[in-house]
């Protein structure tokens, strides 16, 4: 789960400063903390926003600090390893060897994005239809993270390439039973389990808008036609039980 909103950037912020100035680095991990800390940890993160009261929020803001407080834990543990003594782990690690883990880091990406440090979950957020609320599709948000509107250009060939098969791949099997989802999984692979390529890690998506769109749109479209044709039945049963009763009254007449 992600945080959006028109103060997102500002939540993010807070509950960084929350984590990082509060929460205890002398337990093994976030399970190990005290409940009722926390949950004071949880009230501190609402203090200044206005959430629902829904149990929801509440599992969402400690996930969102949980997963915080693991990554810079885990930093932490990191850079006390690597150095001989406490003195020197207190101390501000290397410029260099920093620069070399994010080099690292980045070269396994499979292909780099426009959006910065704003998730992905966000940006689809502020690309929502205005009037439906409908979030953009999985392969519409490639385009999205991955295409630099100022410069009217890809951040790269293997992006371009990568949005290209996807529609090639929709317009070659249209009408076979696939969502877009699917098509999307199919031309650049499955993540691993837990995590939505092009999405990040969270909940498998209902199916979004195209292929799938489209065949909603033509079952309504049959639906609409039968609807049309069984009331145009039931007027002509009307008007056929009309005619026999003008039948028999002519037939009383005549006898």
């Known amino acids: 789960m992600r945080v959006v909103g028109k103060n997102c950037q500002r939540y993010i912020t807070d509950?960084?400063?929350?984590?990082?100035?509060?929460?205890?680095?002398?337990?093994?991990?976030?399970?190990?903390?005290?409940?009722?800390?926390?949950?004071?940890?949880?009230?501190?993160?609402?203090e200044k926003f206005k959430l629902s009261t829904e149990p929801h929020v509440d599992v969402a803001i400690e996930e969102d600090m949980k997963r915080r407080y693991t990554k810079w834990h885990y930093t932490l543990h990191q850079m006390f390893l690597e150095c001989k003594t406490v003195e020197q782990?207190?101390?501000?690690?290397?410029?260099?060897?920093?620069?070399?883990?994010?080099?690292?880091?980045?070269?396994?990406?499979?292909?780099?994005?426009?959006?910065?440090?704003k998730a992905f979950s966000r940006v689809r957020w502020e690309n929502r239809?205005?009037?439906?609320?409908?979030?953009?599709?999985?392969?519409?948000?490639?385009?999205?993270?991955?295409?630099?509107?100022?410069?009217?250009?890809?951040?790269?060939?293997?992006?371009?390439?990568?949005?290209?098969?996807?529609?090639?791949?929709?317009?070659?099997?249209?009408?076979?039973?696939?969502?877009?989802?699917?098509?999307?999984?199919?031309?650049?692979?499955?993540?691993?389990?837990g995590y939505i390529r092009g999405l990040g890690v969270g909940p498998k998506p209902k199916p979004s808008f195209g292929v799938a769109t489209r065949r909603c749109a033509q079952v309504e479209a049959v639906t609409r036609r039968a609807e049309q044709a069984e009331a145009q039945s039931v007027k002509l049963a009307e008007e056929l039980t009309m005619v026999d009763e003008y039948r028999l009254l002519f037939r009383a007449c005549i006898f």
């Open 15 to 46: 509950v960084g400063c929350i984590v990082r100035r509060f929460t205890p680095l002398q337990v093994k991990g976030w399970s190990k903390i005290p409940r009722n800390e926390v949950e004071t940890l949880i009230l501190c993160g609402r």
């Open 89 to 117: 782990a207190l101390a501000n690690p290397p410029v260099e060897n920093k620069s070399q883990r994010n080099k690292d880091n980045n070269s396994q990406i499979q292909f780099t994005h426009s959006s910065g440090t």
């Open 129 to 193: 239809n205005p009037e439906t609320g409908v979030l953009p599709s999985r392969i519409d948000t490639l385009k999205l993270t991955r295409y630099d509107e100022e410069n009217k250009k890809w951040v790269d060939d293997d992006a371009k390439k990568a949005y290209v098969s996807v529609h090639l791949y929709i317009i070659r099997f249209e009408l076979q039973h696939m969502s877009e989802d699917e098509i999307y999984d199919h031309v650049l692979g499955k993540a691993p389990s």
